[in-house]
């Protein structure tokens, strides 16, 4: 079965770091696109970063410069290392699949919540 | 930056009724857009990409048109399952969403 499952979430204080994890199955993390999408309590989806299979990253401005992007090819295992954390950066962390052949995210995950708060 | 503007916001409609959502983005994306369904608690599930081809096993009833910077997401005949929230997004450079609508039933 083709399913990804994000861990690593949870309570933070305001500038400190937190690692999310994404396991895949069914597929090969490092042959796809693999993003990562946030979504503020309430509010709508907002794009943060991705990695191409070529490993190139991009990241969103309001997390440039704080978030990293990596895969582990080995575990077949896509991380978020997220450092001086801010209250906005509360949210829903979803991590979902974009193959090369089309630009959409066609397969999520159920999500994890990282709360900054102190 | 590639900025998505939907409307509306949300809309409240009956059962069997057509519903249409539009997405403009703020430059020419040609026919890069995709659209979602989330609904409450749940991932968002993709249902329509390259602006107009269903994603495999979504029904018949959902449709997507337009290329540029104009687009429209239609569900044919609204169905009680529907209820959710529905996003455009764009990735002609990087990926960008638009702020979502809100479907109600009436």
């Known amino acids: 079965e083709v399913q990804l499952v994000e861990t690593g979430g949870g309570l933070i204080q305001p500038g400190g770091s937190l690692r999310l994890s994404c396991a895949a199955s069914g597929f090969t993390v490092s042959s796809n696109y693999m993003s990562w999408v946030r979504q503020a309590p309430g509010k709508g989806l907002e794009w943060v970063s991705v990695i191409y299979s070529g490993g190139s990253t991009y990241y969103a401005d309001s997390v440039k410069g704080r978030f990293t992007i990596s895969r582990d090819n080995s575990k077949n295992t896509l991380y978020l290392q997220m450092n001086s954390l801010r209250a906005e950066d509360t949210a829903v962390y979803y991590c979902?699949?974009?193959?090369?052949?089309?630009?959409?995210?066609?397969?999520w995950g159920q999500g994890t919540m990282v709360t900054v708060s102190s | 930056d590639i900025q998505m503007t939907q409307s509306p916001s949300s809309l409240s409609a009956s059962v069997g009724d057509r519903v249409t959502i539009t997405c403009q983005a703020s430059?020419?994306?040609?026919?890069?857009l995709n659209w979602y369904q989330q609904k409450p608690g749940k991932a968002p599930k993709l249902l329509i990409y390259d602006a107009s081809n269903l994603e495999t096993g979504v029904p018949s009833r959902f449709s997507g048109s337009g290329s540029g910077t104009d687009f429209t997401f239609t569900i044919s005949s609204l169905q009680p399952e529907d209820i959710a929230t529905y996003y455009c997004?764009?990735?002609?450079?990087?990926?960008?969403f638009g702020g979502g609508t809100k479907v109600e039933i009436k």
């Open positions: 979902a699949r974009v193959p090369p052949e089309g630009y959409a995210f066609d397969i």
């Open positions: 997004q764009q990735y002609d450079n990087l990926f960008t």
């Open positions: 430059q020419d994306i040609s026919n890069y």
